[in-house]
């Protein structure tokens, strides 16, 4: 069996538009060959389910940057707005931070609707998605690289992390998309004698794990921002990297792929 993870936001949705038209071949192509193409993000599952629908998929979905994972039927996936989930954790722990760092970070749950809209270049409707969040808070860290590592050290010793994304710098709890694909892997391995082959895409720091765990990894050049670095993998091989960018280098390299076998 064959899964394909992927990143949302500059990798199959272009960086500026969203629009994820340009890889509609490559997507109908995974379809027809019954292949499972899972969403991993650092959007919510809110600003998720509509992109599924649209592609036209119903599989597990890796939300707010491998912070949760939805879909798989387990118990806890989908927490309440009770003081107890993870988002209103970490927003309790920002209100505690001293000053001098607690003020270096700004996020979604600092913003209204119209500022998210303004920072993400979404519809203000899909900005208000954005804000319903359950796991993660995406924002910007305006202060010094000696008040970034003491802000996050603040964070991590309260069981959280950060990850730089194309956009956002992301506070969340720790673990990865990379840990989370391996949950989805493990979901979808049950019951077969053959291994599960993985293939992940995507363009920015926080998907790197990901690419790095997965059989082949592939990086979606994204020119708004500095390109991943060259790993030991990428050069045994088992990472490839795409000339054009979003959806167009989407579509090409899930083409390629199949056209060599490995989907």
């Not at 490559?26 to 292949?35: E, N, P, S, V, Y």
């Not at 993870?86 to 309790?92: A, E």
């Not at 203000?124 to 000696?146: D, I, T, V, W, Y």
């Not at 969340?172 to 840990?179: C, L, N, Y």
Request: proline content about 6%.
């Amino acid at each position: 069996m064959k899964l394909v993870f992927t990143d949302l936001d500059g990798t199959l949705l272009d960086h500026d538009s969203y629009s994820f038209e340009a890889a509609r071949p490559a997507l109908d192509l995974l379809k027809a060959r019954g292949i499972p193409l899972i969403l991993a993000s650092s959007k919510t599952e809110a600003e998720m389910l509509p992109i599924a629908e649209a592609i036209g998929i119903d599989h597990p979905m890796i939300v707010e940057n491998g912070a949760g994972v939805v879909g798989l039927g387990q118990d806890g996936e989908r927490p309440d707005a009770h003081s107890s989930s993870p988002y209103n954790q970490l927003r309790s722990l920002l209100r505690k931070l001293p000053k001098e760092l607690g003020g270096c970070f700004e996020g979604f749950g600092d913003w209204d609707a119209l500022r998210v809209s303004r920072e993400t270049g979404l519809p203000l409707a899909s900005a208000e998605l954005a804000r319903q969040r359950r796991f993660s808070e995406p924002g910007h860290f305006k202060g010094n690289e000696a008040q970034k590592r003491a802000f996050l050290g603040a964070i991590e010793s309260e069981g959280f992390t950060a990850a730089q994304g194309g956009r956002f710098f992301t506070l969340m709890p720790k673990t990865s998309k990379a840990e989370r694909m391996a949950e989805v892997v493990a979901h979808y391995q049950c019951g077969l004698d053959e291994a599960v082959r993985t293939v992940a895409l995507g363009d920015a720091p926080n998907d790197l794990a990901m690419l790095e765990a997965a059989d082949c990894g592939i990086i979606i050049a994204n020119p708004a921002h500095s390109p991943l670095p060259v790993t030991e993998r990428e050069r045994a091989g088992a990472i490839l990297r795409s000339e054009r960018s979003g959806p167009d280098g989407w579509n090409i390299m899930i083409h390629e792929l199949v056209a060599t076998g490995f989907l």
